[in-house]
């Protein structure tokens, strides 16, 4: 493993996340939608960026980086345009709520009164701190993920994530363009010859997001998690990026506490609302 950058090692002191970074982890969001496959457009009628796959359920068809203007009757035209939008392809009107930087402040509440409901919540964590690696036995290995293995990886990331089958090749593809470009790395951790955990790093600039941390059903509990986290966290400091960051599922208290004993803290909490 390349040596971490000085000023990011576990006694150093981490600088606080500066707000300027805040706006790009969401800006990143977006952009990470576009990497899966989703088409993404800033659409200044709707005020906001669309992502959109149709058919591929609300997560991939919303509007983000929403700034809307506070009065009332803007945000009923704009909710109308947005609904008009997506109801040529039978997917519900979704927005992308993100506390401290949506605005109004207050559209979450407001669209909760009009019975919109939040089914999707996410924290946000970052750090700049490579964490401590976790000492198991056995001794794992651990993989670079390359063109000729990126199959199969894919097919164990879909198996931990229970994800359709059908979105195989689609997944694939995109996995496969961002790795020629130089976004994706992916790492593989075995037990002897067993793989049991997964781990995705995009790139963005001199930011990076961990992504697709995942463990098989049998060796879960078991600190894997942990581990492939620790590594491809610092494989994205060891490369030259100035923090890294991830996303974990808002009731997911395991998991949170697994990335903050790792180092990450809460960047800001988004909820996906659908109509």
Known sequence: MTDIPAGTTAGAPAPPLEWHDVCRIEEQLVELAGLAGAAVREDPSLGGSLVRWPGRGPALNHLERVRWPADDEEIQARLGALAAVVSRSGDPPAIAVVDGLTKPADLGARLARLGWRAPLRELVLW???????????????????????????????????????????????????????GRLRAYLLRMGEEPVATARLWSFGDL????????????????????????????????????????????????RDLYERLGYRTAFEWRLFVR
């Open 127 to 181: 750090t700049r701190r490579a964490p401590a690696m976790p000492h198991l036995e056995p001794i794992p290995r651990v993989e670079a993920v390359t063109a000729r293995t990126v199959e199969a990886y894919e097919a164990l990331e879909r198996s931990i994530f229970g994800l359709d089958p059908g979105l195989a090749a689609s997944r694939l593809e995109a996995a496969q363009r961002s790795m020629a470009a």
């Open 208 to 255: 990076a997001c961990v992504d697709g941390i995942g463990v098989v059903e049998p060796a879960r509990r078991r600190r894997y998690g942990s581990l492939v986290t620790a590594i491809a966290t610092r494989a994205a400091l060891a490369s030259g990026h100035r923090l890294a960051w991830l996303e974990v599922a808002g009731d997911n208290v395991g998991a």
